[in-house]
């Protein structure tokens, strides 16, 4: 007998995992004839410093290390659901495993009637990355700037000047740069998918990330070095410009002058949180600006000094835009887990809290308008959008459905699918998923 365990996977035959857990179908397979049910147990099995995996019969943040199904001896499909167990991500494909084994009289017996390597793959904190997950991560980003002329393009054009009314001083800030990031990220995936987009913790130093090997070191000149080994020496942001240029304001020492985490996490807190006061100044009740775009996201571009990434118009030429992009939506990831879990109103897609409730916005800031470029729409069919819309649909996953090709606001607020909906597909080390 065998046992045959299929993961809602599209496009490949390797899976990727969250803290989110998905469902899966377990049947049997030439199970022994002349009984009706074969009992057995599904564990995970973690090399050493892999990641973990927990199962449940029900979707639910409280799963355990094993599971105990009973299979239809005819191969009827059972479900279980399977995800990573928090906080202990993957660091490379195939260091955690699904096993099936039969159980008699209470215990998992020989031999192995299934084995599914698998990866809990997790965005992290840069600093936490080993040098095959940072060399991997750095390889894709260059193959994806292709010395400028690969698909990096389209990110380029995305977030630019004549997209600025859309993304940024208003109410989709914080879901559209979330789509923005999760388009990267699966482009990214597409040429290495062991790949994680990572995050700078900018109210800590990054004594790992600003090196020549990972990100770069600015000289006098603002021109970023890099190691000669470093896949990122080819990068060119801009084809009038080779290279990156970027200030040398921050170094692997640097603490930067920004609101810290804890204090990103009260902007908006108690009975009276809401998205628009912790996300946006222009909103709140009172005159000075207050939300996180203000402070911790312009303090930590400007803290460069100079460069492509203190102008919003240009700093998505520097690969370092997108792990402090990472880091801004991780806050609002962790504000939105905050307090009562992920299940609570903050992730919400239609609580009154979890988004914008005032009079309706330009289109695009509505929460169910459809998110520019992804959606087509420009200037000619609605004054307010772009004049053009790079890039085509949001890129696939193999591992969910979400967002679909053009995601609206809405699909943004609940990206581990706590509410209903299916996850994004993405997850932070330390922000687990909780009904
Ligand atoms: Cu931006």
Same mark, same amino acid.
């Given at each position: 007998m065998k046992v045959d365990i299929q993961f809602p996977d599209t496009l490949s035959n390797r899976v990727f995992l969250t803290w989110r857990p998905v469902k899966a179908t377990v049947r049997a397979i030439d199970a022994p004839a002349g009984q009706p049910n074969v009992a057995i147990r599904l564990e995970g099995k973690s090399n050493v410093g892999g990641g973990a995996i927990s199962f449940t019969n029900?979707?639910? @943040?409280?799963?355990?290390?094993s599971v105990d199904l009973q299979l239809s001896s005819d191969g009827t499909p059972v479900d279980v659901w399977i995800g990573g167990a928090f906080p202990t991500a993957s660091?490379?494909?195939?260091?955690v495993s699904v096993e099936a084994r039969q159980v008699v009289g209470g215990q998992a017996v020989a031999p192995l009637l299934a084995r599914v390597p698998v990866m809990v793959r997790i965005r992290k904190n840069a600093e936490a990355l080993t040098n095959t997950e940072r060399d991997l991560f750095l390889s894709a980003m260059a193959a994806l700037n292709g010395k400028g002329t690969g698909r990096f393009v389209d990110f380029r054009d995305m977030h630019d000047g004549d997209a600025y009314e859309q993304i @940024?001083?208003?109410?989709?800030f914080l879901p559209w740069h979330r789509a923005y990031l999760l388009d990267l990220e699966r482009e990214l995936q597409v040429i290495e998918d062991q790949v994680a987009l990572p995050y700078w913790k900018f109210d800590e130093a990054a004594p790992k990330l600003f090196q020549p090997a990972f990100i770069g070191q600015s000289d006098r000149s603002a021109t970023v070095q890099f190691a000669p080994t470093n896949p990122l020496r080819n990068w060119v942001g801009d084809l009038n410009r080779r290279g990156i240029w970027r200030g040398n304001a921050v170094g692997p020492t640097t603490v930067i002058n920004v609101r810290n985490e804890f204090d990103c996490m009260r902007i908006s807190e108690g009975a009276n949180a809401n998205f628009t006061e912790f996300s946006d100044w222009?909103?709140?009740?009172?005159?000075?600006?207050?939300?996180l775009e203000s402070d911790p996201h312009n303090g930590a571009h400007n803290s460069l000094g100079a460069g492509w990434i203190t102008d919003p118009t240009t700093s998505q030429l520097d690969p370092l835009f997108y792990l402090l992009h990472n880091n801004v939506d991780r806050l609002w990831a962790k504000w939105q887990w905050l307090p009562s879990g992920s299940g609570g109103a903050r992730s919400d897609p239609t609580s009154a809290i979890s988004y914008f409730n005032g009079p309706p916005r330009p289109n695009g800031h509505n929460r169910g308008d459809t998110l520019w470029p992804w959606d087509g729409i420009v200037k000619a069919g609605?004054?307010?959008?772009?004049?053009t819309a790079p890039g085509g649909g949001m890129a696939d996953s193999s591992m969910t459905r979400a967002p679909g090709l053009k995601p609206m606001v809405s699909s943004m607020i609940d990206y581990l699918g706590a509410h209903g909906g299916d996850p994004l597909g993405f997850a932070y080390d330390d922000v687990p998923f909780e009904l």
């Open positions: 029900r979707l639910t @943040h409280a799963g355990a290390p660091k490379a494909y195939g260091d @940024h001083g208003n109410v989709s222009k909103y709140t009740p009172t005159s000075a600006p207050t939300g609605v004054p307010t959008r772009p004049p």
